[in-house]
């Protein structure tokens, strides 16, 4: 069973809860105003939503963190900047976000640590995005650029100090801002889909961060959303229409959209703003008319439909129910509260705090699981960020492994080129002395010659 989770950048709609196969509205969360890609569920367990005020400083935003059973605000952090795009991987593990001065920052949730922060864009970030298996973080920026972190190189202090630049690779091909980044399955051969109000569509390889296809709309791209089986995209733009565009097929001939485009369907007023796509074979649209519609992918159809607020629907989730919900619990939040525990993990740091401070010392933070009652299961705490690279290669990681792989390679061509550069000054050098010696036997002989 899934939820729908909407919300606005009007405050005054909050976030929306739907049971997606009842359409019954389970919850509403009161004064949530989330900038687009703003929204996350962080392991299934709570839900996170950056804020913006309406004139920005330095100081101004925060990220907020809502439980299953309030609809209350229950934990407040103010990062050192305005955070606008924000994203958990998986496991709900971490939580990276992206700042308006082109710095990306990483927090581990169960002690609220800043574990790292970089500068990865010349201007502000607009998506991050984290791959299936949390080895890689994809981020997007006004600036137009497209860039894909390997994880193991970012947080391996060796490799950050000798390497020019932290990315894996800097994909450069759009020229506006980037609205929305997707990430299909396949580890480290998955394929990346960027959007862009250039009017395009690009898609890239995660592993050569080649571009594979380049696809123009009509319109400007502000959503996209990958079939399951990533024969096709779909892609919400701002002339209300929804396109579907061809991953791997060309476009038949004789279609008027242009090519790679399939075709479009379109019931929205305004602008589609998100896009999402549900485990039941069901497609999800967000407007900036407060619509959220429910498609059939195959017909077209309209499912069902949800009313969010006269403003924009800025993000989408769709989400597995956890096991210990039920009816019941969303509507007597306070005895959900009692039954089940409703303890979140502490405020995300301002600031990188020392590698070798104690973090052990903090209390073990616990929260709902999917598999046990809340008060049986607990956040899984690391010291840092490596070690739990480091168990993705232990336990088998396709991606991490390939990217190790990738990472000797590039250390064996360098070596190469080491030794290729020694044993040319050497035969240099050989050279110059050979000739040293050649030269002095010359001048010796001439002088015998004389005498």
Known sequence: MELLIASSSVADA????????????????????????GLACVGQRF?????????????????????????????????????????????????????QSGD?????????????????????????????????????????????WS????????????????????????????????????????????????RTCKVWSLLKGRLLRNIVFPSVIDAIALDPAEHVFYAGSRDGSIYIAALNAESPSTSSY???????????????????????DLLISGSEDGMVRVWDPIT?????????????????????????????????????SRRHGSQLPPPLDKYVTSADEDVDNKGVIRLPSLSNAPRDASYISHRTIENHLKELQQQGSSAATEMEVERLKRECNRTLQMVQQWKKMYENLHEFCVNELLDGDQVDGSKRNVV
């Open 104 to 148: 990306i920052y990483m927090w581990e949730v169960a002690s609220g640590r800043l574990l790292k922060k970089w500068h990865a864009h010349y201007r502000a970030v607009t998506c991050v995005v984290f791959s299936q298996d949390g080895s890689f973080l994809i981020s997007g920026s006004e600036d137009g650029c497209v860039r894909i």
């Open 14 to 37: 909050g976030i929306g809860c739907w049971d997606l196969e009842s359409g019954a509205e389970q919850l509403r969360y009161k004064s949530c105003a989330s900038p687009p890609h």
């Open 300 to 336: 077209h159809n309209i499912v069902r439909m949800f009313r969010l607020a006269k403003g924009p629907v800025n993000n989408i989730l769709v989400v597995r129910r956890p096991l210990y919900l039920n009816l019941g619990s969303f509507s007597n939040p306070h005895t959900s």
């Open 151 to 198: 994880l193991l190189t970012v947080f391996e202090e060796c490799e950050s100090q000798r390497a020019s630049h932290l990315y894996l690779h800097s994909c450069t091909g759009h020229t506006l801002r980037i609205t929305d980044i997707v990430i299909g399955y396949g580890g480290v051969s998955a394929t990346i889909v960027s959007a862009s109000e250039d």
């Open 47 to 99: 839900l996170a939503s950056s804020q913006l005020r309406e004139q920005p400083s330095a100081s101004s935003g925060s990220i907020l963190y809502w439980s299953w059973s309030k609809p209350q605000v229950e934990v407040k952090s103010l990062p050192a900047e305005p955070i606008k795009p924000i994203a958990a991987n998986s496991h709900g593990t971490y939580i990276a976000g992206g700042g």
């Open 258 to 280: 242009g090519m790679h485009i399939i075709g479009s369907f379109s019931d929205h007023s305004k602008a589609v703003t998100c896009l999402a796509y549900s485990t039941g």
